[in-house]
Nanobody, 121 residues
Framework: VQLQASGGGLVQAGGSLGLSCAAS????????MGWFRQAPGKEREFVAA????????EYANSVKGRFTISRNSAKDMVYLQMNNLIPEDTAIYYC???????????????WGQGTQVTVSS
């Protein structure tokens, strides 16, 4: 499956941004979808994931209550709505697709190209 992320940008602290990730090339409904991020000088970290069925959703503690992941199987899309952004959310955000459920393993699944999110204080 191929992934194309979009929607990043520059926003002030307390603001909101929505990210989108379009999937193509395989049966979308068989994939768990997730978002990861990588800040300068840091390792890539998990942000949020939704299972292939949409029944299971998971968030990193750092974004719980502020970010919402969702998927639209009719459009082969996954979204990440980010509210109440803080400077620590500044990173490149990557979407990931993996059969059935997203794992933390960087060597498994397919990755999009990343989109930059910058939160100014």
């Amino acid at each position: 499956v191929q992934l194309q992320a979009s929607g990043g940008g520059l926003v002030q602290a307390g603001g909101s941004l929505g990210l989108s990730c379009a999937a193509s090339g395989d049966t979308f409904d068989t994939y768990g979808m997730g978002w990861f991020r990588q800040a300068p000088g840091k390792e890539r970290e998990f942000v949020a994931a939704v299972s292939w069925s949409g029944d299971t959703i998971e968030y990193a503690n750092s974004v719980k209550g502020r970010f919402t992941i969702s998927r639209n199987s009719a459009k082969d899309m996954v979204y990440l709505q980010m509210n109440n952004l803080i400077p620590e959310d500044t990173a490149i955000y990557y979407c990931k697709a993996e059969r059935l459920a997203v794992t933390r393993r960087p060597d498994l699944g397919s990755w999009g190209q990343g989109t930059q999110v910058t939160v100014s204080s």
